[in-house]
């Protein structure tokens, strides 16, 4: 079956440092990927999503992803993480076909902290 | 509303209790899901309704869950005789038109249960 790959559950950066946030991908050459930020008794929000075209992804709040075909990765980055910034992070899939419905397919989740 | 909203927020419940959870979709969005998200895993699909219609219910664990969404607005999600395996966050989340396979869906605050 289809999944998505988030290997790290816990992440710890200090604010200002860069961040990159892992995610692996199986099956579907042209995946649809997505990454939402879960903050504490908050829904989930979209950071940026991927579909088509250039691979380098440019989201909200200074976030970028950059999908990789050939590792099946779809990576989140940001140059220099701000406290405001720890949350839950969310990588997701959309179907593997069209008219499938539009089912999303969720990593596990990788919960970021920042020191101050 | 400016946003998905959900309603309870908590619902603390014993074994064998029916409960019904409630969504209310960003107004004039076609698409409606539900998602369930146990505790250290990311959101899994339940169902989802274009209007008044369900066109996925693959996600539904077993019987005992059930949704509806009869005026093509709100819907609630059912769930007869609970038990404490239940327990979890739902999530429900709504999309313009739910026939574009990149569109984005927008997650309300989502409805912790709690079965006893």
């Known amino acids: 079956a289809q999944s998505v790959t988030q290997p790290d559950i816990h992440i710890t950066v200090s604010e200002g440092a860069s961040l990159e946030l892992r995610c692996n991908y199986s099956y579907g050459a042209t995946p649809y990927l997505f990454w939402y930020v879960q903050s504490p008794g908050q829904g989930l929000q979209l950071l940026l999503k991927y579909f088509s075209g250039d691979t380098l992804v440019q989201g909200i709040k200074g976030f970028e992803a950059e999908f990789k075909r050939s590792q099946s990765s779809f990576n989140l980055r940001k140059p220099s993480v701000h406290w405001s910034d720890a949350a839950e992070y969310f990588c997701?899939?959309?179907?593997?076909?069209?008219?499938?419905?539009?089912?999303?397919?969720f990593g596990t989740g990788t919960q970021l902290k920042v020191e101050l | 509303g400016a946003g998905v909203s959900q309603s309870p927020r908590y619902k603390v419940t014993k074994r064998g209790q029916d409960v019904a959870l409630r969504c209310d979709p960003i107004?004039?969005?076609?698409?409606l899901y539900w998602y369930r998200q146990a505790l250290g895993q990311g959101p899994e699909f339940l169902t989802y309704f274009n209007y008044e219609a369900q066109q996925d219910k693959s996600g539904l664990p077993n019987d005992r869950f059930s949704a509806e969404r009869p005026e093509g607005s709100i819907s609630t999600l059912t769930i007869q005789r609970t038990e404490q395996r239940d327990s979890a966050m739902y999530r429900c989340a709504s999309s313009l038109t739910g026939t574009a396979i990149q569109e984005t869906q927008y997650f309300g605050p989502g409805t912790r249960l709690l079965v006893l």
């Open positions: 997701a899939r959309g179907p593997l076909l069209t008219g499938g419905g539009n089912k999303l397919t």
């Open positions: 107004s004039g969005h076609v698409s």
